[in-house]
């Protein structure tokens, strides 16, 4: 399979706990995009990068928020102290030039 | 700021019946405009986009949507729908900043009864 990969695809866990996702985009795809998913609402922007930079931030992704994109490649996002309101799908996409192909998804669930 | 907003939340239709689901962006400039859909179980794919040219746009599996600048709209439409259509479908306009981040609509779930 070519397309995004998204790991885990369900994360269950407490309030305060600390949770990372890993995101695999196509592999020429030089841009990468993290996504939040409500139920009943629509895709929101998290971030964005081009190859290894983080180049926007939506005022979604607070301070226990980080994500990562080391060598351009894999882009990871990190949640900490995690909340009941964190509960959502978390998407990541990637383009080169054209469409955004989104991967899975993570769902998380925090109790 | 950019926004886009769906119409119809929920929509039931039987086998064969013809479906049009609503979408008006709110930007000024040039767009860009997509409808995704989301299948049970499966991630977003792309089913038609718009960029420039012809406002009429042809999708995957029989959809297609018109662009009418006018009226800022996007709607999308099939003729005669299928059970495998049962899914929820997005419409997303494309920011023209350097980030070409995507901005969607609260989505549309679409049931068709066979």
């Known amino acids: 399979d070519t397309g995004v990969s998204q790991d885990p695809r369900h994360k269950i866990t407490k309030r305060g706990q600390n949770v990372t996702f890993r995101c695999d985009p196509i592999?020429?795809?030089?841009?990468l995009y993290w996504y939040r998913q409500t139920l009943g609402q629509g895709p929101e922007f998290l971030t964005y990068?081009?190859?290894?930079?983080?180049?926007?931030k939506s005022r979604l992704l607070s301070d226990r928020f980080s994500a990562e994109r080391p060598k351009g490649s894999f882009s990871t996002l990190e949640i900490q102290r995690t909340e009941q309101g964190d509960s959502a799908m978390y998407l990541c996409?990637?383009?080169?030039?054209?469409?955004?192909?989104f991967g899975p998804g993570t769902r998380l669930t925090v109790l | 700021a950019q926004s886009v907003s769906q119409h119809n939340h929920h929509v039931i239709l039987s086998e064969a019946a013809s479906l049009e689901l609503g979408c008006n962006y709110s930007?000024?400039?040039?767009?860009?405009l997509f409808w995704y859909v989301q299948y049970p179980g499966q991630h977003l794919q792309l089913l038609l986009k718009?960029?420039?040219?012809?406002?009429l746009v042809k999708g995957i599996k029989g959809f297609e949507a018109e662009f009418i600048k006018s009226k800022f709209s996007f709607n999308l439409r099939k003729p005669s729908v299928q059970w495998s259509d049962t899914a929820e479908y997005f419409c997303?306009?494309?920011?023209?900043?350097?980030?070409?981040?995507?901005?969607f609509g609260s989505g549309t779930r679409l049931l068709v009864r066979p």
């Open positions: 996409a990637s383009r080169s030039s054209g469409e955004q192909f």
């Open positions: 930007y000024g400039g040039t767009v860009n």
């Open positions: 592999s020429e795809h030089n841009r």
């Open positions: 997303a306009v494309k920011t023209m900043d350097s980030s070409y981040k995507l901005i």
């Open positions: 718009y960029f420039s040219g012809d406002p």
């Open positions: 990068f081009q190859n290894e930079a983080q180049l926007e």
